[in-house]
């Protein structure tokens, strides 16, 4: 078995165990780089799928400039939603399913035509862009207290686990995404708050980065792909009993309960 393959496995055995694990790059592989690392990632995607998982699309992490600044790149990172990780909106999370989850808000885009890079800009994004909605995003590092370098999120699928949508699709052109507000509230306390700029500037140019990105191995952004954008929040730690609620203006509500 390649080292990625045994890598990968070693993530989605502490994801189906729920438990944490050591990074990678502290003994398995110190000198895992980037590259690498969406080498794991692409394992490990290829394990979900021989399940019987199906991909909804792709998500983009660390797309605020804060995050970025944090882990010393330039540029966000991205990962996949699989339908075994959506939650009705207004539904449960249970917490036993978790690790040590926390929830942000984010835009998400249903994609209509396919997007290939490079050189796609924001606006050739919204042009092929069907609906956007509003969504909650549960992350759940499978690493001990959610510390890790670079690559170790890369491979660790940047550290996603449950989406809920929102029900109300919209057409992009009814908004200015990067104006549009949003409140993330738990238990009716407003724990963040941000605008759809916190994502490299626009929704729309993340996955125009997206698309640019996946053109470096040849892949595209798909029709049919409900891409999250990336977080307009920071990321709010969960615990058992929250009433989380994601306020996106003009786009809707979206919710859950932790249980
Ligand atoms: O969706 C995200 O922005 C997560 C990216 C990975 C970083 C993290 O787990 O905080
Ligand atoms: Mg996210």
């Known amino acids: 078995m390649s080292q990625y393959k045994e890598l990968a496995e070693y993530l989605v055995s502490a994801e189906v165990e729920k438990r944490e694990v050591v990074k990678i790059t502290a003994n398995l592989k110190p000198d895992l780089t980037v590259e690498e690392a969406y080498h794991v990632q692409q394992e490990l995607v290829n394990i979900k799928l021989n399940e019987g998982k199906r991909m909804v699309g792709p998500k983009m992490g660390l797309t605020s400039h804060a995050k970025m600044k944090q882990m010393n790149v330039n540029e966000p990172i991205y990962g996949y939603v699989f339908d075994y990780m959506l939650i009705e909106n207004g539904g449960q999370v249970p917490l036993h399913e978790q690790i040590h989850p926390k929830v942000e808000a984010e835009i998400a885009f249903v994609i209509g035509e396919d997007i290939e890079g490079p ?20 992350i759940d590092s499978r690493y001990e207290n959610f510390n890790f370098t670079l690559p170790d999120v890369i491979a660790d699928n940047a550290s996603t686990s449950r989406v809920v949508f929102g029900t109300s699709l919209k057409k992009p052109e009814q ?79 979206v919710t859950f309960t932790v249980t």
Request: no cysteine.
């Open 175 to 253: 908004f200015e995404l990067d104006l549009v507000g949003v409140t993330l509230s738990i238990n009716g306390e407003i724990k963040d708050l941000g605008a759809g700029a916190a994502v490299v500037g626009h929704p729309a140019h993340s996955v125009a980065m997206l698309a640019n990105m996946l053109a470096r191995k040849g892949e595209k952004v798909r029709k049919g792909d409900v891409i999250l954008t990336g977080g307009i929040t920071g990321a709010v730690m969960l615990k058992y009993g929250d009433v989380v609620s994601g306020k996106f203006e003009g786009l809707g509500e």
């Open 119 to 138: 050189g796609v800009t924001g606006a050739q994004v919204l042009a092929k862009t069907q609906y956007v909605l509003p969504a909650l995003e549960i």
